[in-house]
C-alpha cells in the first residue's frame, strides 16, 4: 500500500531564515507530488505541483521554491523565511484518474511558526 | 472561475443528533466532487468521490450526496469520534482542485 512521509511535524523558525521541508512517498511511482498552505480556519491553498522528476509548477507567486530531485521525494524550500510564511504545510500526491483529474492523499503537515 | 462554498463554518451537535453539511459550488464542466475529514494538526483523509449528479456514497455514519448545483454530507447518528473538520473539493475546469474552508462539527457527548 501507499505511504507518504512528511517532517517535521512542527517548526519554529526565526524570520530571514532558511527553510528546508521534505516529502516521500512509497509504494507508488511517478506519483504527482504537491506542496498546499493552509491558514487557520481557510481552505487549502495550492503553492506548487509537480508530474515528474525536475518539473516544478508553481501555483502563487512568493518566497517559497520547490524540488523533486527523486521521483517520490519533494522539497519545499525559501531562502529567507517572511512572517508570513507561517501556516500548516501539507504534502500530497495522487495518480491521474481517469474519471476526476485528482485524488489526493495527504501526509501528516508541517505546522510552521515565523517568529 | 470554479467556486466552492461550504456552510455551516461550524456546527454543534449532540451525540445521536443527525444534520447535513452543505458544500455549494459553480463549475463549468465537474469532473469530480471530493470529501475529506481534516482532524486537528493533521492532513485531511479522503471520504468520497462523487461525479454526477443523484450519485451517493456511504460509509458508516456518512453519507455524500450529489446535485447539480451542491454536495451533502449527511451524519446520521454522530458520535464524538466524529467530530472534525469536513472538507469538500471540486475538480473542474481548473488544472488541480478547489477547496471549500471547511465546517468544523463537534459532536456532544
Known amino acids: 500500500s501507499q505511504t507518504i512521509h512528511q517532517w517535521p511535524a512542527t517548526l519554529v523558525q526565526p524570520v530571514g531564515s532558511p527553510l528546508s521541508l521534505e516529502c516521500t512517498v512509497e509504494g507508488t511511482s511517478n506519483p504527482n507530488l504537491y506542496w498546499y498552505r493552509q491558514a487557520a480556519g481557510r481552505g487549502l491553498q495550492l503553492l506548487f505541483y509537480s508530474v515528474g522528476i525536475g518539473q516544478i509548477s508553481s501555483e502563487v507567486p512568493q518566497n517559497l521554491s520547490a524540488s523533486r530531485p527523486q521521483d517520490r521525494q519533494f522539497i519545499l524550500s525559501s531562502k529567507k523565511l517572511l512572517l508570513s510564511d507561517s501556516g500548516f504545510y501539507l504534502c500530497?500526491?495522487?495518480?491521474?484518474?481517469?474519471?476526476?483529474?485528482?485524488?489526493?492523499?495527504f501526509g501528516s503537515g508541517t505546522q510552521l511558526s515565523v517568529l | 472561475e470554479d467556486q466552492v462554498t461550504q456552510s455551516p463554518e461550524a456546527l454543534r451537535l449532540q451525540e445521536g443528533e443527525s444534520s447535513s453539511l452543505n458544500c455549494s459550488y459553480t463549475?463549468?464542466?465537474?469532473?469530480?466532487l471530493f470529501w475529506y475529514r481534516q482532524d486537528p494538526g493533521k492532513g485531511p483523509e479522503f471520504l468520497f468521490t462523487?461525479?454526477?449528479a443523484g450519485e451517493e456514497k456511504e460509509k458508516e455514519r456518512l453519507k455524500a450526496t450529489l446535485t447539480k448545483k451542491e454536495s451533502f454530507l449527511h451524519i446520521t447518528a454522530p458520535k464524538p469520534e466524529d467530530s472534525a473538520t469536513y472538507l469538500c473539493?471540486?475538480?473542474?475546469?481548473?488544472?488541480?482542485?478547489?477547496f471549500g474552508s471547511g465546517t468544523q462539527l463537534t459532536v456532544l457527548p
Open positions: 473539493a471540486l475538480s473542474g475546469s481548473a488544472r488541480q482542485l478547489t
Open positions: 462523487l461525479y454526477s
Open positions: 463549475v463549468s464542466g465537474l469532473r469530480g
Open positions: 500530497a500526491w495522487s495518480t491521474i484518474n481517469r474519471r476526476a483529474r485528482e485524488k489526493l492523499f
